[in-house]
């Protein structure tokens, strides 16, 4: 079916985070209620990291049949369950997953949390990527572990990892994990096998077991190949914990449903004995399995429909900020829907550009500089809204800028 992307669905009073609540792109303010509709001239939320488009009709269908069965009692993870996402994975992706391999968490930050309880101990570092998803950071500092970055190097607008510096910093004895963010977030790569291999390999040598965040794997722009960590053969596949969601995929953030892959037997049953203990494992959100088995048994067609809408605002965007704001550097974007813009030509501190974005043009992003300092001046915009709100959200920030 033709799914029509230009609605603008009104998700004031259904508790959206994105759309009522705002801490300020640098998080770091109290929570105050946007309460922001568009129809209000109210504040345009595009931080994070959920679409405003509805989720693919055999969800809605699927959720409204099981709400009439009317019992929501215990329920676990059916074999139907696991064979839609393992399906979803070799069809989509050529990664063949066995279900023994599949942990399911509610999300994947939880997830990240458990792993690192499960593998490190106080005093160990963890490996990351700046600028990379900031609450990577809170999971490495709550298991009592220190935060070792590997810099991404910044060229023409696009990032490249700094294989000689990540040599140096995995071979420290005290480094013994290594999270990946493939595609990354927020500088929109999408990471060749040929990089992940290096990558892997280093971390392999050194002894560091490898998480990989693949939440957005399915969400590639035109010409870009996702390559599954696991899937670079059994060396990888035996030193690596893999994050999986549909949330990002099917716009179901809500359900806190992901599967973590995990073809170690013994790293699989270390992490599921952690998640006994906290008690997490066990009963699972029947609305949750049955959305996420609908998405992935019947959401790719509309999910090729929205790569294409997001990819023609990604053009829009590039376009415009080519015609009207030349000061603003977009980064390219390979994957995800998260525009990564370098703002620094305007010249404005932090405070400025804040004052600029959220209070003059009325427009919400995430600052760039919570995913690191590497991200000073940078901003993130979610780009998965439909055109005319993003249109809107330009021209008040174009009038804003000729003002300076
Ligand atoms: C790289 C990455 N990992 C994890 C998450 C969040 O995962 P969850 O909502 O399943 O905890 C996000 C959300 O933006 C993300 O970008």
Redesign the pocket.
């Known amino acids: 079916m033709a799914y029509d992307l230009d609605r603008i669905i009104d998700r004031k009073g259904s508790g959206s985070s994105k759309w009522e609540l705002y801490r300020g792109g640098s998080h770091a303010g109290p929570i105050i209620p946007i309460n922001s509709n568009l129809q209000s001239d109210g504040p345009i939320p595009m931080w994070?990291?959920d679409m405003d488009f509805s989720s693919p009709q055999p969800v809605i269908d699927a959720l409204s049949e099981r709400a009439h069965h009317g019992i929501f009692g215990y329920t676990s993870a059916s074999d139907s369950y696991y064979a839609s996402v393992t399906d979803w994975f070799f069809k989509r992706h050529g990664w063949k997953i066995s279900k023994d391999w599949i942990s399911t968490t509610p999300?994947?930050?939880?997830a990240l949390h458990f792993a690192i309880k499960t593998w490190c101990q106080p005093g160990d570092k963890v490996l990351i990527q700046k600028p990379v998803?900031y609450?990577f950071f809170r999971s490495i500092t709550n298991g009592g572990c220190e935060i070792v970055s590997s810099n991404l190097i910044e060229e023409h607008g696009s990032y490249q990892m700094d294989f000689e510096d990540l040599e140096q910093k995995a071979s420290d004895p005290l480094v013994n994990l290594a999270i990946l963010?493939s595609p990354h977030?927020p500088v929109g790569r999408v990471w060749t096998a040929d990089e992940l291999r290096q990558y892997g390999e280093i971390c392999n040598r050194h002894g560091v077991m490898v998480i990989a965040?693949e939440?957005?794997a399915d969400l590639m722009m035109p010409d870009n190949v996702f390559q599954p960590y696991a899937a670079l053969g059994d060396a990888f596949a035996n030193n690596t914990m893999v994050?999986t969601?549909p949330?990002?995929t099917f716009n179901l953030?809500g359900m806190?449903l992901?599967n973590m892959v995990i073809p170690n037997s013994e790293l699989k049953q270390a992490f599921d004995a952690y998640m006994q203990e906290t008690g997490v494992a066990g009963g699972l959100n029947p609305f949750a399995l049955v959305a996420i088995e609908a998405a992935y048994r019947g959401g790719e067609d509309w999910l090729a429909q929205v790569l294409e809408y997001i990819h023609a605002n990604y053009l829009f965007l590039k376009q415009y900020l080519a015609n009207h704001l030349p000061q603003l550097h977009l980064t390219e974007l390979q994957g995800?829907y998260l525009a990564w813009i370098d703002f620094r030509e305007l010249g404005l501190d932090q405070a400025a550009l804040e004052k600029l974005t959220q209070l003059d043009a009325k427009v919400l992003f995430d600052e760039g500089h919570v995913f690191g300092r590497e991200g000073f001046g940078f901003e993130r915009i979610n780009i998965a809204c439909p055109r005319s709100v993003l249109a809107l959200a330009l021209d008040r920030l174009k009038i804003q800028i000729d003002l300076l």
């Open positions: 994070v990291a999300g994947v930050v939880p998803y609450p963010c977030n965040d939440i957005h994050c969601a949330s990002k953030a806190h992901s995800t």
